[in-house]
Nanobody, 127 residues
Framework: QVQLVESGGGLVQAGGSLRLSCAAS????????MGWFRQAPGKEREFVAR????????YYADSVKGRFTVSRDNAKNTVYLQMNSLKAEDTAVYYC????????????????????WGQGTQVTVSS
């Protein structure tokens, strides 16, 4: 089992940047592929980005491609989401999630594909 804690959210102006972090407990962080999701008020949780267990492969939602970058440091048990050129529509609670079952697969976009979730961190982009 793994516990996930997100940080780095906040209020930023449109066009600005934020970097989210997700720290994982335990010594088997490299056993998991990691994903980022977000949920805006009144909307369903949506996929943002994913990185495989080794960091060798990533996948992004079309809405963030070219603006967001997911990375991981297995030595620090941490996954990151660098968000640039932020837009008002990026406003949401951002969640990291761990996938223990298909850690080598690049494209897993449904929430059901993930086993563990963090509590979320709020990102608000003012226009």
């Amino acid at each position: 089992q793994v516990q996930l804690v997100e940080s780095g959210g906040g209020l930023v102006q449109a066009g600005g940047s934020l970097r989210l972090s997700c720290a994982a407990s335990g010594r088997t962080f490299s056993s998991y592929a990691m994903g980022w999701f977000r949920q805006a008020p009144g909307k369903e949780r949506e996929f943002v980005a994913r990185i495989t267990w080794s960091g060798g492969s990533t996948y992004y939602a079309d809405s963030v491609k070219g603006r967001f970058t997911v990375s991981r440091d297995n030595a620090k048990n941490t996954v990151y989401l660098q968000m640039n050129s932020l837009k008002a529509e990026d406003t949401a609670v951002y969640y990291c999630a761990a996938d223990s079952r298909t850690r080598w697969v690049t494209m897993v976009v449904g929430p059901d594909g993930y086993d563990y979730w963090g509590q979320g961190t709020q990102v608000t982009v003012s226009s």
